[in-house]
């Protein structure tokens, strides 16, 4: 079965350090997709990241950076500079597409960010 | 403005009533999936459609239905069976490419509380 584990469930963090948020897997399948999701207090998840489980290739967005080591089954994300903007939960999820395109994500429970200024 | 609408955003119950979620998107996706989500548990899938007129369940569907009569609209009913009803419900899309997983596109959700 599918699972996701973000261990961290709360990190706090002063403006400007570095945050890495953890993700790890499980899957047997060798094709698969992985995600990330910001979740402010509004309450919608907005959509940050999609990755294939063959591109292993570290992707950096602005402060956003992204490390898929399947070596490891981890796709770990980290900010860079945080701001008090980014406080939110993050979650990151996992999915298999199959031949009847039942595409679903399984979700970490997520991790809650806190800036501070 | 393109988006999926979920409306009530707030919505009190009393126990042993029903009450219907409506989720309305004009992103013509063919996919629609509900969430629950509750504090610390992450997001579990409820029910998702594929196409009109087609649903399955997904990991907790006891004491909740669905419908898709028309591909814009994919309401969920929370029914008295439903032990637990309190929660904050997500309703999304997906784009269907193929084989291809695209992203979900979530609504802002509706939060029920039952009293």
């Known amino acids: 079965a599918q699972k996701v584990t973000q261990a961290q469930t709360e990190i706090s963090v002063v403006e400007k350090e570095d945050v890495t948020l953890d993700c790890v897997y499980e899957?047997?399948?060798?094709?698969?997709?992985l995600f990330w999701y910001k979740q402010p207090p509004s309450g919608e998840l907005v959509f940050l990241i999609r990755?294939?489980?063959?591109?292993?290739q570290n992707e950096i967005s602005g402060r956003y950076s992204w490390n898929f080591q399947k070596s490891t089954s981890s796709f770990n994300f980290t900010i860079t500079a945080s701001q008090v903007v980014d406080s939110a939960v993050y979650f990151c999820?996992?999915?298999?597409?199959?031949?009847?395109?039942?595409?679903?994500?399984?979700f970490g429970k997520g991790t809650k960010l806190t800036v501070n200024p | 403005d393109g988006g999926i609408t979920q409306s009530p955003k707030y919505l009190f119950r009393k126990e042993g009533q029903n009450v219907t979620l409506s989720c309305e998107q004009n992103?013509?996706?063919?996919?629609m999936y509900w969430y629950r989500q509750d504090p610390g548990q992450g997001l579990r899938l409820i029910y998702y459609?594929?196409?009109?007129?087609?649903?399955q369940k997904g990991d907790i569907a006891e004491g909740y239905s669905v419908s898709r009569e028309k591909k814009e609209s994919f309401p969920l009913t929370v029914t008295s069976a439903q032990k637990n009803p309190t929660a904050f419900y997500l309703c999304?899309?997906?784009?269907?490419?193929?084989?291809?997983?695209?992203?979900?596109?979530f609504g802002e959700g509706s939060r029920l509380t039952v009293l």
């Open positions: 999820a996992l999915s298999e597409p199959n031949q009847g395109g039942s595409e679903k994500l399984v």
């Open positions: 899957t047997r399948d060798t094709t698969y997709y």
């Open positions: 990755r294939n489980s063959f591109d292993e």
């Open positions: 992103l013509n996706h063919d996919a």
């Open positions: 459609s594929q196409i009109v007129n087609d649903f």
């Open positions: 999304a899309t997906n784009l269907k490419r193929g084989l291809d997983t695209g992203e979900l596109f």
